[in-house]
């Protein structure tokens, strides 16, 4: 094998590489001889080899194979990067596979017949305390259930997905959830105490009211309560705690649902 020297150093024969110290690239065209001729040519010399290499030649080989490992391992790690990073969590979701765990109920639907539907269950948690404590247990019961259409994740850190429907005739998918989004949904549960109390409180005991100093008394308290009224934090405040709180309850670990780091 010819050395070629070049005005940088040395240059592989094989490769065309070039080296400035002889020590690499001697470790290197060992290396590089062999893997540079075709596979018949490798097998061929493998079978006429009538020797075993020189502790030398031994020893720049394995230097020269770690380093191409070492190399490769990089350029692997380099190429999940970017896979991983061309992957986020509404892609997923939307995925063929994530669709077989999608809920039977989309967003809207949801808090219209289920969420609303459990507002009457905690009413007296709201006249004993206030709306925060009472939307807090409310949003406790309904996130209990199995396959709710909305998700969180921990890498996703106060992030919030929701199944629903783009338009009417579409189909439920999957889509992130902004936080003035959530807090117009908040706006919505509030309204629904009102409702709620008025039908369920109020209507029964209206004569009551009318009538008796200490019903009327009862129902300006209860109702100052169910607009929040009766706390020293503002709307602000109400919807951050409420937000926090759900995200406790729904986060996941999405490393262990599957492989990726998403974005």
């Not at 690499?24 to 018949?40: A, I, S, W």
Request: hydrophobic share 35%.
């Amino acid at each position: 094998m010819t050395t070629i020297k070049t005005e940088y150093g040395y240059q592989c024969c094989f490769c065309k590489r070039e080296y400035k110290e002889k020590f690499n690239y001697d470790r290197h065209t060992v290396c590089c001889e062999f893997l540079c001729k075709t596979r018949r040519e490798q097998r061929a010399e493998i079978d006429a080899i009538d020797r075993l290499p020189t502790h030398k030649e031994m020893y720049l080989l394995i230097q020269e194979l770690a380093l191409r490992n070492e190399k490769l391992e990089k350029e692997i790690a380099k190429l999940k990067h970017v896979q991983k990073q061309k992957l986020n969590i509404v892609d997923w979701l939307n995925s063929p596979n994530s669709a077989k765990t999608n809920p039977d109920i989309c967003f809207g639907d949801w808090l219209s017949s289920v969420v609303y539907k459990k507002i009457p269950d905690v009413l007296e948690i709201v006249y004993q305390n206030n709306l925060t404590v009472g939307m807090t247990k409310l949003f406790e019961n309904v996130l209990n259930e199995s396959n709710v259409p909305i998700r969180a994740f921990e890498n996703k850190n106060n992030t919030f997905y929701i199944f629903q429907k783009k338009n009417t005739d579409d189909e439920p998918a999957w889509k992130m959830l902004s936080n003035a989004e959530l807090n117009a949904v908040f706006e919505k549960i509030s309204h629904q105490f009102i409702v709620q109390f008025k039908n369920n409180w109020f209507i029964p005991n209206q004569y009551r009211v009318e009538s008796d100093e200490s019903y009327k008394d009862l129902y300006i308290n209860y109702y100052q309560r169910i607009l929040g009224g009766n706390e020293r934090i503002s709307e602000d405040g109400r919807h951050h705690k409420l937000r926090l709180f759900m995200y406790s309850k729904l986060k996941q670990n999405i490393k262990q649902i599957i492989e990726y780091d998403f974005t």
